[in-house]
């Protein structure tokens, strides 16, 4: 990484070192600090300078007369831009004062670097740690971080780990989670729903408000499979109440959860509730158009897929196509046959050959 945090406090410290009071009384140098805040370096980016001498004075204690005899402004002309709400400076040849002066980056402002940034020996940039060299910092602090990113360069990445590393659920807590979902989808085929939809839809308002919150990466990824579980049985169960527009929203949203994270074994079983739908609304054309495109691009072998090909046997032989029906059963015979054994199991996330829907 460019900036890592080493890599700019060795930059720092040696521009504090090449810049420093020195005997003159009069001379400025804006401070390591200073060039590290954001509201500084977004003073330097739009070269709001009254912003920049009001950050110098509260924080490096600078005078307006000091700011004045290092920048060749009138003590008048400081106190005016430092009062105004924009202290904006304008033509090119103030700006480069201001900035020599108070030897501020040239980068930081928009400009080339400066000749007091060059090694006067070498012409080169003047090196600062192992390899990193300062031209580098300076073009990437001054044209990118000038912009208010400098900080982000060199934090974010160190911030993203931490929220990846941090989660406000346990994994007792979700592990309990998943055998809730894994317990009701096998409880979905045997009890009544009245017996179930409560308790279900509560955990699922649980998960789903978990999901919101920060949690490691794998963990929102099996929260978000045990609410795309917790959905699939409230559609099952609104299905068998009848409730067939509220079960198709369940469904989808199944689904939609299992696609977010990727798992298209779920979103297969969430396919199948939605083709459950079709089915025994009597449309065997709306089970075609829901399952051809998936079936057309798939290749794997799980209980889920010989759920899709049996649905779609069923409707080709509900349209009186023989062969496409046979061919399909076939397929969803071959889906089972080729599934590992320990996947076919009872329960609506499973598939087992005496529950073929026709």
Known sequence: MLFGPLGI????????????????????????????????????????????????????????????????????RVSKLMGARQGRVVHIDVIERIVDGLHIPGAFVGLADRPWEIDEDSEKPIESGDSMLRREMLRAGGALAAGGILHALDTEPDAMSRVLETSSISEKR??????????????????PPSQLISATVNTFRSVR??????????????????????????????????QFDLARTWYVTAYNSAMDIGDRYMADIAL??????????????????????????????????????????????QLGERSDSLRDFERAQAALDRSPRSSIRPGIFSFLPDTMPF
């Not at 979700?174 to 009890?191: C, D, H, I, P, Y």
């Open 9 to 76: 406090t060795v930059l720092l410290t040696r521009w504090k070192e090449r810049f420093v009071l020195c005997d003159d009384r009069h001379a400025v140098t804006v401070s390591a600090a200073i060039l590290e805040m954001p509201q500084a370096r977004e003073a330097f980016r739009v070269r709001d300078f009254g912003a920049v001498f009001r950050i110098l004075r509260k924080y490096q204690g600078v005078t307006q007369m000091q700011i004045s005899s290092a920048t060749g402004l009138t003590q008048a």
């Open 174 to 191: 979700l592990l309990e989670l998943e055998q809730t979902a894994s317990s009701v989808g096998v409880k979905a085929v045997k009890v």
């Open 209 to 242: 408000k978990l999901v919101r919150e920060r949690q490691k990466t794998p963990y929102r990824t099996r929260l978000v499979r045990v609410g795309s579980q917790l959905a699939t049985v409230v559609g099952e169960t609104l299905f068998n109440e009848n």
């Open 272 to 317: 199948a509730g939605q083709a459950y739908l079709e089915a025994y609304s009597d449309d065997p054309n709306g089970v075609l158009q829901l399952l051809d495109s998936r079936l057309s691009t798939c290749h794997s072998a799980t209980p889920a897929t010989a759920w899709l090909w049996s649905f779609r046997a069923k409707a080709s032989a």
